[in-house]
């Protein structure tokens, strides 16, 4: 297919050039952008009165043929050539003739681009939101389950307190709500107009942006030609927000996998959202959480590529800034495609209520409360921290628990200490106890499941 820019060049394009050069393999992803683009500049040419009120009619039936027939398969993209830009316009003027010529009056494929992109993105931002408020969903009704389920929290790994399963998933809901709201922002941002801005000086036609930025659903227009072309912040906070919900999905994964084990054993995943092993017949592998954590590496890839290619570029547009579209799309379909696997992996999944309650019974994570019934008593924290510190020494050495330490080595230890402390110490009642807003008391994990629901709906 011709190019666009024939006119000063005397010989034929190098089959390399054009190969090295053409960004339709992966820019004909934004076919039906580009032609929704193409139909509000024409139809804002003819309302300006830029062309022919009759000839942006005649444009805009050719786009909705051309939109139709890719739509119904009729018509074949041609991969051969340069853009998807290209091929439209082409395809439209080899169907309407000199009116398809006039189609690109007053703009050029550095603000077309950019428009094209800026609209992609806005609905991957959608479709990744929707999925990742399915995945939230998915953590509340589990916590709803689990709003008993005691298990340890840890910190270095080691177990810490006391907390519930239902606690620990609804802090993966927080992580999510915050990648919500940042892909929020970043659209608030994207939902910019570059169009208008020419190939980088504006033009000196009348042109009515804003008619185009309604048409087209966009809050507002670039406020500078220059910056309107070569503007791929958007991308980058895109790949930037997408990063930290690969991060958050990452660390998930990471306990998913560990949960597995037989050493912990806390979850069983369901036989459809795992694999086997192709010599070891007992083997069920977490290979969606695997893959997932695996797949961080891609996007955060995507960030630096967007980061590198554009970090050192003079203004305006420079072909450079071609290589945006493989790295933004791929740090999207690979969100898409691990949400799509891991919501239902996490759905599915078996929770080992009583292999979580026999961890929590073991490793004293019961000691800061044993400290804090002490303190109760009139303590210091820092005496009472140490002569639990003292008991949990005693119990290693004898292989007991504080539970079952008796009450006269308590005694020896602090006479503080009466039959009382049992109680205080009893796991229900530490996690019960824990009231504070954002804890992990089933009042407390009811008002964080309230909450996140609320801004699901
Ligand atoms: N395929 C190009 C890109 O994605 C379109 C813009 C071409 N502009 C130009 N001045 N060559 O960046």
């Given at each position: 297919?011709?190019q666009l820019?024939?006119?000063?060049?005397?010989?034929?394009?190098?089959?390399?050039?054009n190969?090295?050069?053409?960004?339709?393999?992966f820019?004909?992803r934004?076919?039906?952008?580009?032609?929704?683009?193409?139909i509000?500049?024409?139809?804002?040419?003819?309302?300006?009165?830029?062309?022919?009120?009759?000839?942006?009619?005649?444009?805009?039936?050719g786009?909705?043929g051309i939109m139709?027939d890719?739509?119904?398969?009729?018509?074949?993209?041609?991969?051969?050539?340069?853009?998807?830009?290209?091929?439209i316009?082409?395809?439209?003027?080899?169907?309407l003739?000199?009116?398809?010529?006039?189609?690109?009056?007053?703009?050029?494929?550095?603000?077309?681009?950019?428009?094209d992109?800026?609209?992609?993105l806005k609905?991957?931002i959608d479709?990744i939101?929707a999925?990742?408020?399915?995945?939230?969903l998915?953590?509340?009704?589990k916590?709803?389950e689990?709003?008993?389920?005691?298990?340890?929290?840890?910190?270095?790994?080691?177990?810490?307190?006391?907390?519930?399963?239902?606690?620990?998933?609804?802090?993966?809901?927080?992580?999510?709500?915050?990648?919500?709201d940042?892909?929020?922002?970043?659209?608030?941002?994207?939902?910019?107009?570059?169009l208008g801005?020419?190939a980088l000086?504006?033009?000196?036609y009348?042109?009515?942006?804003d008619?185009?930025?309604?048409?087209?659903?966009?809050?507002?227009?670039?406020?500078?030609?220059?910056d309107?072309?070569s503007d791929?912040?958007?991308?980058i906070e895109?790949?930037?927000?997408l990063?930290?919900?690969?991060v958050?999905?990452s660390?998930?994964?990471e306990?998913?996998?560990?949960?597995?084990?037989?050493?912990?054993?806390?979850?069983?995943?369901?036989d459809?959202?795992?694999t086997g092993?192709?010599i070891?017949?007992?083997?069920?592998?977490?290979d969606?959480?695997?893959?997932?954590?695996?797949?961080?590496g891609?996007?955060f890839?995507d960030?630096?590529?967007?980061?590198?290619?554009?970090?050192?570029?003079?203004?305006?547009?420079?072909?450079?800034?071609?290589?945006?579209?493989?790295?933004?799309?791929?740090?999207?379909?690979?969100?898409?495609m691990?949400?799509?696997?891991f919501?239902?992996?996490?759905?599915t999944?078996?929770?080992?209520k009583?292999?979580?309650?026999?961890?929590?019974?073991?490793g004293?994570?019961?000691?800061?409360?044993?400290?804090?019934?002490?303190?109760?008593k009139?303590?210091?924290f820092r005496?009472?921290?140490?002569?639990?510190?003292e008991?949990?020494?005693?119990c290693?050495?004898?292989?007991?628990?504080?539970e079952?330490?008796p009450?006269?080595?308590?005694?020896?230890?602090?006479?503080?200490?009466?039959?009382?402390?049992?109680?205080?110490i009893?796991?229900?009642?530490?996690?019960?106890?824990?009231?504070v807003?954002?804890?992990?008391?089933?009042?407390?994990?009811?008002?964080?499941?309230?909450?996140?629901?609320k801004?699901l709906?």
């Open positions: 297919m011709a820019w024939k006119g000063r060049f005397k010989k034929e394009l190098a089959k390399e050039t190969d090295f050069n053409s960004s339709i393999s820019d004909c934004m076919w039906k952008e580009d032609i929704e683009g193409s509000a500049h024409a139809t804002m040419l003819g309302a300006a009165g830029i062309i022919d009120k009759s000839e942006s009619d005649k444009i805009i039936d786009l909705n139709a890719i739509e119904s398969g009729k018509l074949k993209i041609d991969m051969s050539a340069e853009d998807i830009h290209t091929f316009e082409g395809e439209l003027t080899a169907r003739g000199q009116t398809g010529k006039r189609l690109h009056t007053a703009r050029s494929r550095n603000d077309q681009v950019a428009l992109i800026r609209m992609v609905k991957e479709e939101s999925k990742l408020k399915e995945l939230i998915v953590l509340c009704n916590a709803e689990n709003k008993n389920t005691i298990m340890p929290g840890y910190t270095h790994l080691q177990r810490a307190q006391p907390i519930t399963f239902a606690h620990h998933l609804m802090a993966y809901a927080a992580m999510l709500l915050r990648d919500l940042r892909l929020a922002d970043v659209k608030k941002r994207m939902n910019v107009l570059p801005s020419g000086a504006g033009t000196t009348p042109l009515k942006r008619m185009v930025a309604e048409l087209l659903g966009f809050d507002d227009i670039s406020a500078n030609s220059l309107g072309v791929r912040d958007f991308c895109l790949a930037s927000a990063s930290l919900v690969m958050h999905l660390r998930f994964s306990e998913i996998i560990m949960w597995c084990s037989w050493e912990f054993k806390f979850v069983e995943l369901d459809a959202f795992s092993s192709s070891m017949p007992q083997k069920k592998n977490p969606i959480a695997e893959l997932v954590r695996g797949k961080s891609r996007v890839g960030l630096t590529t967007l980061l590198t290619v554009m970090k050192g570029i003079a203004l305006a547009y420079n072909k450079d800034m071609q290589e945006d579209k493989e790295a933004i799309f791929d740090a999207v379909d690979t969100v898409k691990c949400l799509n696997a919501t239902p992996m996490i759905d999944m078996t929770v080992l009583d292999n979580m309650r026999l961890a929590a019974a073991k004293f994570i019961n000691a800061t409360d044993c400290a804090d019934y002490l303190v109760g009139g303590l210091p005496d009472a921290y140490k002569a639990t510190g008991l949990v020494a005693l290693i050495d004898k292989g007991l628990t504080l079952t330490l009450l006269e080595e308590y005694k020896a230890v602090c006479d503080l200490f009466d039959d009382k402390v049992y109680e205080a009893n796991l229900e009642k530490c996690v019960a106890d824990r009231l807003e954002g804890g992990p008391s089933i009042q407390s994990v009811e008002k964080q499941i309230e909450n996140t629901k801004v709906n």
